[in-house]
């Protein structure tokens, strides 16, 4: 029996609807290769450009033949076991559309990563840990969190706690994940040379263009509207006892909190760093600006505008106090990855925890269904399973993503294949890497690998 023609209308809005928000989470890619262009120094450049390009194609085919599958095949709690290569795709379930917004997150995931350990990383080991990453690790805390039958899943069957986690667009999922990988591949390949001095005192070593990390983060920002109000996958959909009220109200409402989060975190580290150093810093705002988008990622859908306020003013403080951690355990990332998606990611799973209304929780999670009850934040009189639900996702992603990244980047490091020789590294890696600079010198150097050479022959 075929569908009505109301019906086919529907689906295919719907198709659309999350088409449109694949193509706006893709757009992030270009803003994750601009702001990290323009957070490293002129002569890698050329080398954090490739790897972002790299984790997107490698990530493509890893989450294309093992990724998709893993996250989102059902058979167990814990892993999925079919959709292999797409196979059965589309189904009654699944369909491409839902395969290639999927897609647009994983990738996501490695250039997190990626700018965690950049201007000091070998060219193959990012060849590797995308693969594994994108094709494996990614997918299991997908398929927990995010698939109806995972464990931790707020649509499962079986709720942990009665509630299960509330990770809606991948505070933790996402953010968290990319962010541990990367922690514990900056600590296996240590700070880049001339970090810090030799009495453990921080140097300066600011990225080479401020304008190319504001572009980034708009086009950041852009995307984060996919990257939120898409993860509701449909828009049509109505709920009952009301008759101006669905989908479409509510993913009107997770564009506020998000833009609403992220402008009080920019906002407070604007002051807040201009308090600490003496001057307005536009990549510190930007960086603050994006830690506020991280925290609400969690609970954009379920918390209301002025909720979204207080995670961004938090937000930002926990990204301000992470980094002067940071630099007092002498901990190198070029790009604060670690500190501003791993940070700013476990509040915004505390605060969903927190914050969460009830009204809301049930929209999205059981499309507004009225008589249904369901735990909600601690803050709002909800008890605490949702937020235990929290702290356990929090907790798990973390021990996961460690013993799984953890050894990897601790094996290409005792094949000495993870970092690069010293010598190769205060030259840059564009030059000794890529055979020349992102950019036409005004004077001369060298341009070619041959060039180089002589150069290397005199440090050696």
């Not at 109000?229 to 998000?258: C, E, H, M």
């Not at 150093?277 to 536009?282: F, N, R």
């Amino acid at each position: 029996m075929g569908v009505s023609w109301e019906e086919s209308v529907t689906y295919s809005i719907n198709a659309i609807y999350l088409l449109f928000s694949a193509y706006l989470v893709f757009v992030m890619q270009i803003g994750f290769a601009m702001i990290c262009a323009g957070s490293v120094r002129a002569k890698n450049a050329m080398n954090i450009m490739l790897t972002n390009v790299v984790d997107a194609v490698v990530g493509s085919i890893s989450f294309y033949l093992f990724g998709f599958a893993f996250a989102y095949g059902t058979s167990n709690a814990f892993i999925g076991t079919h959709l292999f290569a797409l196979a059965h795709i589309p189904n009654a379930t699944y369909d491409y559309a839902f395969f290639l917004y999927q897609w647009a997150f994983a990738i996501a995931v490695t250039g997190i990563t990626s700018g965690s350990i950049a201007e000091r990383t070998q060219f193959s080991a990012y060849l590797v840990f995308s693969f594994f990453l994108s094709g494996f690790v990614y997918p299991v805390a997908v398929h927990w969190v995010w698939s109806s039958s995972g464990w931790l899943s707020p649509s499962s069957t079986h709720l942990l706690l009665g509630s299960g986690a509330i990770d809606f667009a991948g505070s933790g999922v996402v953010h968290l994940v990319g962010a541990v990988a990367g922690l514990w591949g900056s600590i296996i390949e240590g700070p880049r040379t001339g970090r810090f001095d030799a009495s453990g005192r921080p140097m300066p070593l600011r990225g080479h263009s401020a304008t190319l990390v504001v572009l980034g983060t708009f086009l950041l920002w852009f995307g984060w509207f996919g990257f939120n109000p898409g993860s509701f996958d449909k828009i049509l959909v109505s709920y009952p006892g009301t008759s101006d009220q669905g989908n479409w109200t509510s993913v009107g409402r997770t564009a506020v909190t998000t833009i609403l989060a992220g402008s009080t975190a920019g906002i407070v580290t604007l002051f807040g760093r201009r308090l600490l150093v003496g001057h307005w810093d536009a990549m510190d705002v930007c960086n603050g600006l994006l830690g506020g988008f991280v925290a609400i990622t969690s609970g954009c859908s379920v918390v209301e505008p002025w909720a979204a306020i207080i995670c961004g003013f938090v937000s930002a403080w926990v990204l301000i106090g992470l980094n002067i951690v940071a630099l007092k355990l002498n901990y190198d990332d070029p790009l604060e990855a670690a500190q501003l998606h791993g940070g700013c990611g476990t509040w915004g799973l505390l605060f969903t925890g927190l914050f969460a209304k009830e009204e809301f929780v049930i929209q999205v999670y059981n499309s507004g269904e009225i008589g249904v009850s369901r735990p909600y934040g601690v803050l709002l009189g909800g008890g605490w399973g949702l937020f235990g639900a929290q702290v356990i996702e929090i907790l798990t992603i973390f021990g996961w993503v460690s013993v799984t990244m953890g050894p990897i980047f601790y094996a290409l490091h005792k094949l000495e294949i993870l970092r690069i020789p010293v010598h190769e590294e205060v030259t840059g890696l564009d030059i000794s890497c890529h055979g020349g600079y992102a950019y036409a010198p005004e004077n001369y150097h060298p341009r070619l690998y041959g060039d180089y050479m002589p150069i290397q022959h005199t440090l050696s």
